[in-house]
């Protein structure tokens, strides 16, 4: 794992799998994210080291912290899908390009694409 991109997309899929079913495992992760079991075991120990998972060698686990910030990752996915879709996106390629523009979005541009939803008093 070799950048804060990646870490976050690791957080968002453990996130959004811990919500489908009660335990959450490396294979789990791999298949979501298409990517090797290897690929998820380094991840983890990175996330690990940063206090955002625990592992009993089976499950994986969002310490608090962890599910802070996968929460604010996924939040922020949501945003920008949602004010993408405001434009004229199509879904699908709403949230592609949000998965790439939630890590690199300024915090002001954020603010500002939230205030634009909450203007416009939409549901999207």
Do not use: W
């Not at 998972?53 to 310490?63: A, E, K, N, P, S």
């Not at 996924?74 to 523009?101: K, N, Q």
């Not at 954020?110 to 634009?116: G, N, P």
């Amino acid at each position: 794992m070799n950048s804060n991109q990646s870490g976050e997309d690791y957080l968002e899929t453990i996130l959004l799998l811990s919500g489908k079913q009660d335990e959450v495992h490396r294979i789990d992760v791999a298949r979501a994210a298409g990517v090797s079991q290897p690929a998820v075991q380094k991840a983890v120990k990175l996330l690990i080291s940063r206090g955002y998972v625990t592992t009993d060698g089976m499950h994986i686990r969002l310490t608090e912290s962890g599910r802070r910030y996968a929460e604010s990752v996924y939040e922020r996915h949501c945003t920008i899908s949602a004010f993408l879709r405001l434009l004229g996106v199509p879904e699908a390629v709403a949230d592609g390009d949000a998965c790439e523009m939630e890590h690199i979005v300024s915090p002001e541009t954020y603010s500002a694409m939230r205030d634009f939803i909450a203007g416009k008093g939409k549901n999207v």
